[in-house]
């Protein structure tokens, strides 16, 4: 069975940073895209960040780009969201995805989901 499971959210002052982790168990993922979501109170899924596990290759939101790095861990098949220089308004739940294939920013097209780690950012 696939599972996703996100750690390392908490709370932080503006200006700090998190490390968020995403621990991946039931399959190989070398040919997925492994993305990060983050989804604020009555506000819809948000694409963040993804990187096509095989290549390497990523790419991120504008609304991050500079100030947060998405990486992988083969050896531990972890995929990791360094947060630095963060917002209030970077406050919601951040999740994990996987997908099949190349990387998008599409939510809809994931077909596995972690069950969300919470980063709140006080301002």
């Known amino acids: 069975q696939v599972q996703l499971v996100e750690s390392g959210g908490g709370l932080v002052q503006a200006g700090g940073s998190l490390r968020l982790s995403c621990a991946v168990s039931g399959r190989t993922f070398s040919s997925y895209a492994m993305g990060w979501f983050r989804q604020a109170p009555g506000k819809e899924r948000e694409f963040v960040a993804v990187?096509?596990?095989?290549?390497?290759?990523?790419y991120y939101a504008d609304s991050v780009k500079g100030r947060f790095t998405i990486s992988r861990d083969n050896a531990k098949n972890t995929v990791y969201l360094q947060m630095n220089g963060l917002k209030p308004e970077d406050t919601a739940v951040y999740y994990c995805?996987?997908?099949?294939?190349?990387?998008?920013?599409?939510?809809?097209?994931?077909?596995?989901w972690g069950q969300g780690t919470q980063v709140t950012v006080s301002s």
């Open positions: 995805a996987a997908r099949r294939g190349s990387g998008t920013s599409y939510y809809t097209q994931y077909d596995y």
């Open positions: 990187i096509n596990w095989n290549s390497g290759s990523t």
